[in-house]
């Protein structure tokens, strides 16, 4: 009798064991459950703000349509290779958006950055240029006595010498993300024309100019990129 009463017991004690680690289970499985969708909370909030962050089409495009390349080949040697943005009102407009966005300005700081940049685009018409050469001495571009010359000329033979050559850091990260097609080997440079020629009253091209080129010269080599206009 007194060893059915122990057996009872242990049985007893062993349904409880049971009802224990029942409960135990379901309530690291409801932890669990709680911790993934916290995780899906937290992963799809960060992938929400990498995807706020990622580049506007706007600008890109832009940067695409107003980019020309060249390269100057000779006897299987590189001379020059090129890549020219055209700094349009268009593109400027955009880069200004895309700027601000990136910074997360408010609406007037984005206002005075979009008046810079409307007061170079009156002054100026600006490219940025990056170049590579297969000496670096050749990559004199902004040096008072360069190997090259550079001309800004539209289709009627109208020529404009540049006032400005300035070297810009080509390891900027700034530079990088707005100038994507960079590499690792060229030199990058602002290059500034006069938007208006000495005897002229409307800008430089003129509104029923068709093209414009940019002329890179030299003993070494020679490239024309060419703009078309609408």
């Given at each position: 009798?007194?060893?059915?009463i122990?057996?009872?017991?242990?049985?007893?004690?062993?349904?409880?064991q049971?009802?224990?680690?029942?409960?135990k289970?379901?309530?690291?499985?409801?932890?669990?459950?709680?911790?993934?969708?916290v995780?899906c909370?937290?992963f799809?909030?960060?992938?929400?703000e990498?995807k706020?962050?990622?580049?506007?089409?706007?600008?890109?495009?832009?940067?695409?349509?107003?980019t020309?390349h060249?390269k100057?080949?000779?006897n299987?040697?590189?001379?020059l290779?090129v890549?020219?943005?055209?700094?349009?009102?268009?593109?400027?407009?955009?880069?200004?958006e895309?700027?601000?966005?990136?910074?997360?300005?408010?609406?007037?700081q984005k206002?005075?950055l979009?008046?810079?940049?409307?007061g170079l685009?009156?002054?100026?018409?600006?490219?940025f240029?990056?170049v590579?050469?297969?000496?670096?001495?050749?990559?004199?571009?902004?040096?008072?006595?360069s190997?090259w010359k550079?001309y800004?000329?539209?289709?009627k033979g109208?020529?404009?010498s540049?006032?400005e050559?300035?070297k810009v850091?080509?390891?900027?990260?700034?530079?990088r993300?707005?100038?994507?097609?960079?590499?690792?080997?060229?030199?990058?440079?602002i290059?500034?024309?006069?938007?208006?020629?000495?005897?002229?009253?409307?800008p430089?091209?003129g509104?029923d100019?068709n093209?414009f080129?940019?002329?890179?010269?030299g003993?070494?080599?020679?490239?024309v990129?060419?703009?078309q206009?609408?």
């Open positions: 009798m007194e060893q059915e122990r057996s009872r017991k242990l049985e007893a004690r062993s349904q409880k049971k009802a224990r680690n029942k409960r289970s379901c309530f690291l499985s409801l932890a669990s459950c709680i911790m993934f969708l995780s909370i937290v799809t909030g960060c992938a929400s990498q706020e962050i990622k580049p506007a089409a706007g600008y890109f495009e832009l940067l695409n349509e107003m020309k060249k100057v080949i000779d299987l040697d590189s001379k290779f890549y020219a943005t055209y700094k349009s009102w268009p593109l400027r407009e955009a880069y200004v895309e700027y601000a966005r990136r910074y997360q300005m408010d609406d007037n206002e005075k979009k008046e810079k940049e409307m685009d009156e002054k100026f018409n600006e490219f240029i990056a590579y050469t297969p000496d670096e001495k050749w990559n004199d571009f902004d040096r008072p006595l190997i550079i800004m000329e539209d289709e109208e020529r404009l540049p006032i050559i300035k850091d080509a390891d900027s990260p700034l530079v993300e707005f100038y994507p097609y960079l590499d690792l080997w060229s030199s990058t440079y290059v500034k024309f006069p938007k208006y020629i000495i005897t002229g009253e409307e430089f091209p509104k100019t093209y080129r940019l002329k890179i010269t003993v070494v080599g020679n490239a990129l060419e703009w206009l609408e």
